[in-house]
């Protein structure tokens, strides 16, 4: 059969195209060019290696780090990504706030995640007001209500048992269950419904890691809608009919946004951002660390003897409370946290390079960064798990920030160099974690009273810890994959720590 002079046109132009779009790839495809780190573009075209950066982004870029050192570039979903991984030359990053940005790649993910635009108001002015509330006496006011709140909570749990009646409970749903209460009762509304809030964020924020790569399935993604429209709903504060009474942390927060011009559509999502930025960490920060005491019976005897000490050096003659911990040097609990966090905080910190950029290394290497590309620091991979820096990286060390004769250690050395950032679960520069002291706060809080009211210990002896959910590397404080069951009870008497 002989073909009509139409189709062979239409073979002719699709030739033509596929001629074209091949020449037009080749030419715009990317190279490595002088002083550029290495390019790693993977397999797959425009994806590059987003599918094995979302499934496991550790795992991904430790095998990176392997193959071309501390400085690459990657290509993840049609975007060039390039990972700085030497922690002696963070500084070049977290302090360039002129040719790296931080707020356009903040945005991106506030407007995915949260449906959030905020395009008149100044981040500076934000932080800025976040920092005041978080300090002076606002800051003290906030860490006495939460202390309230968590006793409170805490003893409900056990309201109406006897001392010697053990209670049995999932210790990842249960710290997080409480600390999130308390802190929406402590920062957001201070009655009603805190239980139906935290089941509700919880489905929110089992999704966020799929939801932020974009990757959800169509059920996730009705989960999330209805679960975000429910939080948006249930979070709404009114702080215009507040009357004469003291406003909350939230009422506050959305005055202020109310006097930038924010409107009240925005208010209602940057609320849910924020019930997220401050009530997400701390409940997996205080599991890890009951989690690591209770598998490590040294660290848990260190630190309870820490505690007698203190308690027998009071001068007052009462007993310490935790009102009063910051008062005291506590080198051991603050050893305690630090090696939980440097194990199991793993935020990545990311910038969009807004102008080309030389990057200076430790080693007196230059590297030129390409505008619009982005730059990511991972620090829980390097200083965090570096053996170099930390010997047995994966291995948790009570004294690890502890000097021999007990005081904090804070010398670490990496090429003989010595170390700024040798754990870095707050992040750095300008866009450090606002609300450390406070989280620091909570959490001593927190681990002070269940070590001195409660008896607590593994259901199961020889039970150990449950891994990590390999999809939370970059979202701040790490999950577990499954829990640890654990028992409790009253103690008899405080003396007994
Ligand atoms: C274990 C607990 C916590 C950890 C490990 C942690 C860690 C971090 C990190 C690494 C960042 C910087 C993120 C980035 O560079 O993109 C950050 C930001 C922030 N954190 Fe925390 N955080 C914790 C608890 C809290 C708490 C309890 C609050 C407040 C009550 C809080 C408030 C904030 C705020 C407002 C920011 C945003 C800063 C900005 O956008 O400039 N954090 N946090």
């Given at each position: 059969r002989r073909s009509s002079p139409d189709s062979n046109m239409i073979w002719a132009a699709l030739l033509g195209i596929t001629g074209i779009l091949t020449l037009v790839l080749l030419f715009f495809s990317r190279t490595r060019q002088e002083n550029e780190p290495p390019l790693d573009k993977g397999a797959l075209p425009w994806l590059g290696h987003a599918l094995e950066f979302g499934r496991d982004a550790a795992k991904f870029l430790a095998r990176m780090k392997e193959k071309h050192g501390d400085v690459f570039t990657v290509r993840v979903a049609g975007q060039y990504v390039t990972v700085v991984l030497d922690a002696n030359s963070f500084d070049s990053v977290v302090n360039d706030t002129v040719s790296l940005d931080f707020i356009s790649s903040k945005n991106q993910l506030l407007e995915r995640i949260f449906h959030l635009k905020l395009p008149g108001l100044q981040p500076a002015a934000e932080r800025e007001w976040m920092e005041r509330y978080f300090q002076g006496c606002r800051f003290a006011k906030l860490c006495q209500t939460m202390k309230a709140n968590i006793e409170s909570l805490l003893l409900g749990e056990v309201q109406g048992s006897s001392a010697s009646e053990w209670k049995q409970d999932s210790l990842f749903s249960f710290c997080y269950s409480l600390l999130f209460r308390a802190g929406y009762l402590t920062m957001f509304e201070s009655t009603g419904n805190a239980n139906v809030v935290y089941e509700e964020f919880r489905k929110f924020d089992q999704l966020l890691p799929k939801l932020a790569q974009g990757s959800l399935k169509k059920e996730e993604s009705q989960t999330v809608n209805s679960s975000r429209e429910r939080l948006w709903k249930l979070g709404s504060a009114d702080w215009l009919s507040q009357g004469s009474g003291p406003l909350s942390w939230q009422q506050s927060y959305l005055r202020f946004l109310h006097e930038e011009g924010v409107g009240a559509e925005m208010q209602k999502r940057a609320s849910l951002l924020q019930l997220w930025t401050t009530q997400c960490n701390n409940g997996p920060a205080v599991f890890w660390l009951l989690a690591f005491l209770l598998t490590h019976p040294e660290a848990m005897e260190a630190l309870k003897s820490e505690i007698r000490r203190l308690n027998l050096q009071d001068p007052s003659g009462h007993h310490l409370t935790s009102n009063s911990l910051e008062l005291y040097h506590t080198p051991v609990f603050d050893s305690i946290l630090s090696e939980t966090l440097r194990l199991t905080a793993a935020v990545l910190i990311k910038r969009v390079v807004v102008e080309d950029k030389v990057l200076q290394m430790a080693s007196g290497q230059r590297y030129k960064l390409r505008r619009g590309d982005k730059v990511i620091l991972f620090p829980w991979l390097s200083p965090q798990m570096d053996p170099e820096i930390?010997?047995?990286?994966q291995s948790f060390k009570?004294?690890?920030?502890?000097?021999?004769?007990r005081s904090v250690k804070d010398k670490f050395y990496k090429n003989e160099r010595r170390l700024k950032?040798?754990?870095?679960?707050?992040?750095?520069?300008?866009?450090?974690?606002?609300g450390k002291e406070f989280a620091i706060a909570t959490i001593k809080q927190f681990v002070f009273f269940i070590l001195t009211h409660f008896d607590v210990k593994k259901l199961e002896p020889q039970a150990q810890l449950p891994p990590v959910n390999p999809s939370r590397y970059g979202f701040g404080m790490l999950q577990p994959d499954g829990d640890l069951q654990v028992q409790y009870r009253l103690k008899r008497s405080q003396s007994e720590t």
């Open positions: 930390h010997p047995e990286p009570f004294d690890r920030f502890l000097n021999n004769d950032y040798y754990t870095m679960p707050w992040g750095a520069g300008r866009h450090a974690c606002i």
